[in-house]
């Protein structure tokens, strides 16, 4: 019986010795398939974080004032149900519309405003180069409660005060002296707390719509018009080496990148810097939403082949957190309504000597500087109360000092 017992307690412990290892084995299986997933994570990660070029930590920009929270005053038309009593006698009810004022609380500090600059630098070698000039000029405004993004295009030849005390173009201070003084001349000029910005160049563009497989745009039944973007197009493979083809019959077409940036570059034909900037918010939209439509298709890894081919042609102070955060949160995004400054403009004869006195060539006039600034305000963040600052209506006097009284 003894020997039984004995028997019994080796294969106990035999059995216990290899349950044992057997339960290291699979500890050990679970701890190599997490280092190996997190090493992949680290070095996918490296790969997004060698891919862009960082801003310069150190930039310091001209914040114009500190936006919070504060109520405004609006007017809402609402509908409501009235009796009336006809002449008869009888009594009818209809439906009539009245305008009311409503308090809005609005809370400016959970906007995110991002400068996107679009340069025709044909590298990224140089993408910030002195001379290079800022042909696109948007400012991206994020509601962070909502995810509504909204874009204002800043028409590249408004005259406005740059960082020097001058006057002169709004493309020229990029061309002159880089970002951080082109984001402070903005924030000084219209009152805003722009901190953020990206600059991007043709070829990562061209690329990235490729990479999306197109977006869908229409070609304006225009002669003029076609003929410009089909040499646009021409241009466009020339600099950056990237096939295409061209388009001459009007209509709806799935366009690649290079057709995509020549369509955002045409300014003749009666579209002029109003229409290019227009067009660029329109297929900077189309680009979101259809980066959104291959989130929800699950084509995350295309997405992120997208991603990493843009953050290589781009300059930004994003941080790569922020960067994989707005990706990852990209179906909480929505395309909103798009604006421009100036909304009215004077040229010609009416810039009166912005012509000798400052040697501009063409340039574009705001015809009520301290208006458009409160509509921008109004348009961006609902604040219908805005007050220009002291600073903003010296600049507009100056302006207006130089130019030609309209008959």
């Known amino acids: ?50 891919s862009y070029e960082h801003g310069d930590a150190d930039e310091e920009f001209y914040i114009a004032e500190t936006l919070g929270k504060k109520t405004v005053t609006s ?21 009539v519309e009245k305008v009311i004022s409503v308090d809005i609380e609005i809370d400016q500090s959970v906007y995110r405003n991002i400068l996107i600059i679009g340069t025709d630098a044909r590298s990224m070698k140089n993408l ?31 005259i406005l005060r740059l960082e020097d005390g001058t006057y002169n173009k709004a493309n020229a201070q990029f061309a002159r002296s880089g970002i951080a003084d082109t984001v402070s001349m903005l924030n000084r000029n219209f009152g805003l707390n722009i901190s953020e910005y990206m600059i991007v160049n043709w070829y990562g563009v061209v690329e990235c719509i490729n990479q999306l497989g197109g977006v869908e745009i229409e070609l304006p039944n225009n002669e003029r018009v076609i003929s410009a973007f ?8 020339r600099s950056t080496g990237i096939g ?48 959104k439509a291959l989130l929800k298709e699950g084509q995350f890894n295309q997405l992120m082949t997208v991603a990493k081919t843009g953050l290589s042609n781009v300059k930004t102070n994003l941080t790569l957190a922020d960067i994989l955060y707005m990706v990852y949160d ?10 421009q400054f100036p909304q009215a403009h004077y ?24 208006k458009e600034v409160k509509d921008l305000h109004a348009f961006l963040f609902q604040d219908t109360d805005y007050q220009p600052t002291q600073q903003i ?7 207006e000092q130089h130019r030609t009284a309209e008959p």
Request: overall charge negative; some cysteine; glycine content about 8%.
């Open 1 to 50: 019986m003894a020997e039984f017992n004995e028997i019994d307690e080796k294969l106990n412990r035999k059995m216990k010795l290899q349950k044992s290892i057997h339960t290291r084995n699979v500890v050990l299986l679970i701890c190599e398939c997490v280092l190996c997933v997190f090493l992949g994570f680290c070095c996918y990660t490296l790969s997004f974080a060698n």
């Open 75 to 95: 007017t809402e038309v609402v509908t409501e149900e009235v009796t009336v009593v006809n002449e008869d006698g009888s009594v009818t009810t209809k439906t």
């Open 128 to 158: 910030e180069q002195r001379g290079s000039n800022s042909d696109v000029m948007i400012i991206a405004s994020i509601n962070n409660q909502t995810g509504e993004i909204k874009m204002v295009s800043i028409l590249r030849d408004t």
């Open 230 to 237: 089909n040499g646009y197009v021409a241009e466009i493979v």
């Open 244 to 291: 295409s083809y061209e388009i001459w019959e009007p209509g709806i077409y799935n366009m690649d990148g290079t057709q995509a940036v020549a369509y955002c570059r045409i300014r003749y034909g009666g579209f002029e810097d109003e229409g290019r900037a227009l067009h660029q918010r329109e297929t900077i939209g189309k680009i979101i939403n259809k980066a």
């Open 330 to 339: 990209l179906s909480s995004y929505s395309v909103g309504a798009s604006y």
């Open 347 to 370: 040229g010609g004869k009416y810039v009166g000597d912005l012509y000798t006195a400052f040697h501009i060539v063409d340039p574009m006039v705001t015809k009520d500087f301290v």
């Open 393 to 399: 209506i010296d600049i507009a006097n100056e302006i």
